[in-house]
T-cell receptor, first 112, second 115 residues
Framework: AQSVAQPEDQVNVAEGNPLTVKCTYS??????LFWYVQYPNRGLQFLLK??????LVKGSYGFEAEFNKSQTSFHLKKPSALVSDSALYFC??????????FGDGTTLTVKP | NAGVMQNPRHLVRRRGQEARLRCSPM?????VYWYRQLPEEGLKFMVY????????ESGMPKERFSAEFPKEGPSILRIQQVVRGDSAAYFC?????????????FGPGTRLTVT
């Protein structure tokens, strides 16, 4: 069985500060990991993914994520947060059957 | 290239009625996924379909829920005899191929309210 955990329901940061949204996973076999963002009353938008190769993955809007196999983590990061980054963030794990397992989401609030 | 289309965006049904939710995948995408998002919760997988085939329906409730993706036309998620607990946002996603390395493209969702 596979699972994704986002240990923080809420993350608050000040604008201009670095942000981290945490994600850990459990899967047998190779992990295929994704981050999505959801704005209010909207669908999810793809941010970035890790398939293989470099552990540091860069994505949209200045976000990046670091894959750490030993810690089974895939934390989302951004060096300098913007107020417009405030949204709900989901970490997801794909299986080779195509199904995605999503974490419960983390609400990021960036205060000016 | 139009994105994933879902309609209606909002649907209100009384208990016992039927709800039909439609999803048109992105052009060129033949794989469709349905998810449900309850208030204050994450996305829960419901069903994965290809044209004319249900690949994985392990997340579908055993009764009242069904899904199809016909050769022509949109994918349909059908909920019969709706109950208040069915009130949620239902999201459809599509991808071009059946492979774990592809991200999914999400529609804007249908918000179902059962009164």
């Amino acid at each position: 069985a596979q699972s994704v955990a986002q240990p923080e329901d809420q993350v608050n940061v000040a604008e201009g500060n670095p942000l981290t949204v945490k994600c850990t996973y459990s899967v047998s076999g190779n992990p295929y990991l994704f981050w999505y963002v959801q704005y209010p009353n909207r669908g999810l938008q793809f941010l970035l993914k890790y398939i293989t190769g470099d552990n540091l993955v860069k994505g949209s809007y200045g976000f990046e994520a670091e894959f750490n196999k030993s810690q089974t983590s895939f934390h989302l990061k951004k060096p300098s947060a913007l107020v417009s980054d405030s949204a709900l963030y989901f970490c997801a794990l794909n299986t080779n059957a195509g199904k995605s397992t999503f974490g419960d989401g983390t609400t990021l609030t960036v205060k000016p | 290239n139009a994105g994933v289309m879902q309609n209606p965006r909002h649907l209100v049904r009384r208990r016992g009625q039927e709800a039909r939710l439609r999803c048109s995948p992105m052009k060129g995408h033949s794989h469709v996924y349905w998810y449900r998002q309850l208030p204050e919760e994450g996305l829960k997988f419901m069903v994965y379909l290809q044209k004319e085939n249900i690949i994985d329906e392990s997340g579908m409730p055993k009764e009242r829920f069904s899904a199809e993706f016909p050769k022509e036309g949109p994918s349909i998620l059908r909920i019969q005899q709706v109950v208040r607990g069915d009130s949620a946002a239902y999201f459809c996603a599509s991808s071009p191929l059946r492979t774990e390395s592809y991200e999914q493209y999400f529609g804007p969702g249908t918000r179902l309210t059962v009164t």
